[in-house]
């Protein structure tokens, strides 16, 4: 439902869920928190790149660092939780450390299970000269025991071919595909159309991205909403100790999930409450789940060789 004007308390109807959204440090707040509180943990935590909401230093005192709020992380989530950890790479003097390889030995030393490591991909970004372009990150998904939710109805993608059937055995005949559409995968990529290319398809937020703020490291709300759709049910508690400018706070709310989000720096604090009431009141620009991404046809301009170029190529 789209709503131009807020309508004051009729919006509590529409998006009846806790969203608190707290100022503070994530440690403190962790301390302060009971065991098993929440359904799902899902965050993206500095990459210690020298962001301008965090301080620089060795690859170790980070880890350390972290590993202290990720032991608290592992105790206030739920026995059949799941903890989603969203990170790129750290680059040092040209040399990358992955750091999703070393958040890996802390979970597992934690006693978690991982369940997927996700791929997710985007289109643009910087172009490297000494390396090929960084173009993904991932979601490292753990699970506290092998009792955990896993709602694949709710997340599943249009089949490829849903007219497809079985060519030889018992079933020869019979559709192979479930009319509900298939597992999504993986891979969230951002090629052509996601349907076609069966594959999820989320753009990075970037500056021409609807959801832009002034948040230098925000991820897309639909990457968030994909996983509390899968690893939540309705109404379940969701934590992002590390919000930013509340995407996951907001996916929550969206989709009738509580949620609590810590954040250390008041402007997102700010931002991300601003961005609240916006959902509440139908003006937040989203990118819709599942929404194909823009290509350019061939006869478009952007798509074509410029004439500067002609002559140094041949055109196809
Ligand atoms: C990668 S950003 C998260 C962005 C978020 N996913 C979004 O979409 O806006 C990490 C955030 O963690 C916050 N942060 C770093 N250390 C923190 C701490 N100890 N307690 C609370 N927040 C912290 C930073 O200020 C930053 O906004």
């Known amino acids: 439902m789209k709503v131009d004007e807020p309508i004051g308390e009729f919006l509590d109807y529409l998006y009846p869920n806790t969203v608190d959204i707290i100022l503070g440090d994530t440690l403190e707040y962790l301390k302060a928190t009971g065991d098993e509180k929440f359904d799902l943990v899902i965050t993206s935590p500095p990459y210690n790149v020298g962001k301008e909401y965090e301080t620089k230093t060795s690859i170790e005192k980070y880890l350390d660092q972290q590993e202290k709020i990720i032991r608290e992380i592992v105790r206030v989530t739920n026995h059949n939780g799941?903890?989603?950890?969203?990170?790129?790479?750290?680059?040092?003097?040209?040399?990358?450390?992955?750091?999703?390889?070393?958040y890996y030995q802390i979970f597992k030393?934690?006693?978690?299970?991982?369940?997927n490591r996700i791929v997710w991909y985007f289109g643009h970004g910087l172009h490297a000269r000494n390396r090929f372009s960084g173009r993904y990150e991932t979601i490292l998904w753990f699970t506290k025991s092998d009792d955990y939710v896993f709602n694949l109805d709710a997340v599943r993608v249009p089949s490829k071919y849903p007219g497809k059937r079985y060519f030889k055995g018992p079933k020869k005949?019979?559709?192979s595909g479930n009319p509900k559409g298939k597992n999504p995968s993986d891979i969230w990529e951002i090629v052509v159309k996601d349907w076609e290319s069966g594959l999820w398809n989320i753009p990075n937020v970037k500056s021409n991205h609807p959801e832009k703020t002034?948040?230098?490291?925000?991820f897309p709300v639909e990457l968030v909403e994909r996983?509390?759709?899968?690893?939540?049910?309705?109404d379940g508690w969701v934590l992002d100790p590390f919000a930013g400018v509340g995407s996951t706070s907001i996916a929550a709310l969206k989709n009738f999930r509580n949620s609590v989000s810590v954040e250390k720096e008041k402007e997102y604090v700010k931002l991300a409450n601003e961005r609240i009431k916006m959902l509440k009141e139908g003006k937040l620009k989203l990118r819709p789940i599942n929404k194909p991404i823009h290509q350019p046809k061939p006869n478009d301009r952007i798509a074509k060789i410029p004439d500067e170029w002609k002559g140094l190529f041949k055109e196809a």
Do not use: M
Request: with cysteine; net charge positive.
């Open 214 to 218: 002034n948040h230098p490291a925000q």
């Open 109 to 115: 030393k934690l006693g978690l299970k991982l369940r």
């Open 82 to 102: 799941s903890i989603c950890w969203q990170v790129g790479n750290y680059v040092e003097k040209g040399e990358v450390f992955p750091l999703d390889i070393y």
């Open 227 to 234: 996983c509390i759709l899968a690893l939540t049910d309705k």
């Open 173 to 175: 005949g019979q559709i």
